[in-house]
């Protein structure tokens, strides 16, 4: 290194040098630590060799299929998709060409909500990089992605260890021509909480610069006075806002009052007047059955004469039919996930509903051999993420009765089985279906679905009833997220708290009227920026800083694990989620050109501290780590 910096230095390739040069140059001597990312990578798969964090593991039984995703043809430019007319002729381009399109349009959003539902949002980058290509020659007749937002920012930096970031410009290197969507939860952006309106402008801002053409945005409660802020930012960054109404209830059902078609119109209209481009229905738990979505569509068009953009999930089984009814209602773009990762609590089938438009007016143009291919890719790419899938095996009405959005069921299950609750499953529905009457019937999406989720929990864990929350509530420690709902930092519900369970909860403790944003003081961007440095020592860019603003533990984190085990993105899902089997050999493309072949040779019993020693072969040198059993 020494030498590569002498000759390289501009005063000795200018010849202005002597025999002090060593010693008045002093940047000289300061030598970058080399980043040995052979030993970090040996030291990510001794960990995994011995820990397995992710607690995934295959048995003999299980074979996973060799995955090879289809070609795209080599030398051909990518053809004109929706992005192209964003970029050309701007939003209202966009609305037009919707507007006076015949197209039943669809939004794919096989890598966001899709997985998020069915396998507890973890597929890989790698897993959607690998196909993003082939989207973007053969499906660019996608109104757009759904490829970001939602839990997925969170999932990548606490459990992938990779930087939701690094995925969007990577995709958007790779699908260049197609409107790229993400899930927006407004004043609560990709988080559970609140955050100071400067955080969300910022993390909007430079999501826009990033690659985010479309924004869903929404509020749990439907409060548009949270929104607002986000889709002016929105707005500002000529990219398009898309405000959806989260659904919920049951607009057929004459008893069940509260949700009814003129409060969801009303919600339309308010949300019309602030600005959105489209009006977006997110039914997150597919509780809006076909002939309601018939009608609510039919109402909301007529009542603001924006374009409608529905998604719902298929828990109940009714989600195609839905679909086919919003089109015929005058929907103009329709989510559904490719046909391997759709159905129960995803999305509906793209595949299928666009087959079942042939012959109809509007109709859909997408390839279907090409829809047919990415799905073949994911069903192999599946079978990876076994450990994640929630055993559902058939849609079920119960929905109807629980109403847990499709996106958390998938988690829920998992938080259940990882408390060791399994045998308790049915418990926690009746038991979320019993805690959200008595929170006043809530809209349940992030982040208010999981006060229900974690007061469903906590009751089921200490054997309590919803009634023992009255008799016992003074003893009782709710969780977190309970007290905050109560406390009004998710903002307003629609109808307010009951207010005999707010008093319990906070046990006198005064709760906010106003949106939590407005008290908020500003995030400090620049005592951020100093914080990281003097813990890391290192610069840190505006994206690391937005994470780091809004998931501060998780983001130091995984700062942490990637100084000590490196970039797993390196790593194929196989590597990355299940521990080498001995004798198993894998290869890894660390950089351009360069590949580490890795084969695991044994394990040592631990010695008296706990420590085992892990061999490996690395190029066919014998190599070993040293890793503290956890387990
Ligand atoms: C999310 O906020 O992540 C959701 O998908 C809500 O439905
Ligand atoms: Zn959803």
Redesign the pocket.
């Known amino acids: 290194q020494f030498l590569e910096k002498v000759i390289s230095h501009e005063k000795f390739l200018n010849g202005n040098f002597n025999t002090t040069f060593v010693d008045s140059n002093k940047d000289l001597c300061v030598f970058k630590q080399r980043q040995d990312r052979a030993t970090k990578a040996l030291k990510f798969l001794a960990n995994n060799i011995i820990n397995n964090p992710s607690g995934s593991r295959l048995s003999k039984e299980i074979i996973l299929p060799s995955i090879n995703p289809p070609v795209v043809p080599y030398g051909v430019p990518v053809p004109a998709g929706t992005k192209d007319i964003l970029n050309r002729r701007g939003v209202q381009g966009v609305i037009d060409h919707v507007r006076r399109s015949n197209e039943a349009f669809f939004t794919d959003t096989t890598f966001?909500?899709a997985h998020?539902?069915l396998l507890a949002t973890r597929v890989r980058t790698k897993d959607m990089l690998d196909i993003a290509e082939y989207y973007a020659h053969h499906l660019n007749g996608l109104f757009s992605m759904e490829m970001w937002?939602?839990?997925?920012y969170d999932v990548a930096y606490r459990f992938l260890k990779e930087s939701p970031w690094d995925r969007l410009i990577q995709l958007r290197a790779k699908a260049p021509n197609i409107l790229f969507q993400m899930?927006l939860?407004a004043s609560n952006a990709?988080g559970y909480t609140n955050y100071p309106d400067n955080v969300v402008r910022q993390f909007i801002k430079l999501a826009c610069e990033n690659g985010i053409d479309i924004f869903r945005i929404?509020d749990c409660f439907n409060w548009v006075e949270q929104m607002t802020p986000a889709i002016e930012e929105v707005k500002k960054n000529g990219r398009i806002a898309e405000a959806a109404i989260?659904y919920t209830g049951d607009i057929t059902d004459p008893k069940r009052t509260k949700y009814s078609l003129n409060y969801y119109t009303g919600i339309a209209k308010e949300l019309a007047e602030a600005g959105t481009d489209i009006i977006g229905i997110?039914d997150?738990a597919g509780l809006l059955k076909p002939y309601a979505a018939k009608t609510l569509i039919k109402a909301i068009k007529e009542e603001t004469g924006l374009p409608v953009h529905f998604h719902t999930h298929n828990t109940s089984g009714n989600a195609e039919a839905a679909a086919l009814m919003a089109f015929e209602a005058g929907a103009d773009i329709i989510d559904a996930a490719v046909s391997s990762m759709s159905g129960l609590t995803s999305q509906p089938n793209m595949n299928s509903i666009a087959a079942a438009l042939d012959g109809q007016d509007k109709h859909s143009t997408l390839d279907k051999k090409a829809m047919q291919n990415v799905s073949d890719y994911f069903d192999r790419v599946r079978r990876y993420y076994f450990p994640f899938e929630s055993g559902m095996k058939a849609s079920s009405a119960e929905v109807y009765m629980h109403e847990i959005?499709?996106?958390?069921y998938s988690n829920l299950i998992v938080q259940v089985e990882a408390m060791g609750l399994i045998d308790r499953w049915e418990d926690v529905r009746q038991m979320y279906t019993e805690v959200n009457k008595e929170l006043g019937d809530i809209i349940k999406?992030?982040?208010s679905?999981k006060v229900v989720g974690d007061l469903a929990l906590f009751l089921v864990r200490n054997n309590l009833t919803v009634d023992d929350i009255y008799i016992k509530g003074d003893t009782l420690n709710f969780p977190d997220s309970v007290v905050s709902f109560f406390k009004g930092m998710l903002g307003q519900p629609y109808g307010g708290f009951p207010k005999r369970l707010q008093e319990i909860v906070l046990k006198g403790e005064k709760p906010l009227d106003c949106r939590p944003g407005e008290l908020l003081e500003d995030f400090d961007f620049e005592a951020a920026a100093k914080e990281l440095k003097d813990m890391f020592g290192r610069d840190f860019s505006p994206t690391e800083l937005i994470s780091y603003a809004l998931y501060p533990a998780v983001f130091k984190d995984y700062v942490k694990f990637n100084s000590e085990y490196g970039d797993p993105s390196v790593f194929c899902t196989r590597s990355f989620f299940y521990p080498l089997e001995k004798e198993e050999e894998i290869e890894l493309d660390i950089e351009e050109g360069k590949t580490l072949i890795i084969r695991h040779m044994n394990v040592s019993e631990p010695d008296a501290k706990g420590m085992r020693k892990v061999y490996f072969e690395l190029n066919g040198q014998p190599r070993s780590v040293t890793v503290k059993d956890e387990t």
């Open positions: 966001r909500d998020q539902s937002g939602g839990a997925t899930l939860r990709v929404f989260c997110k997150m959005p499709g996106g958390q999406v992030t982040p679905s």
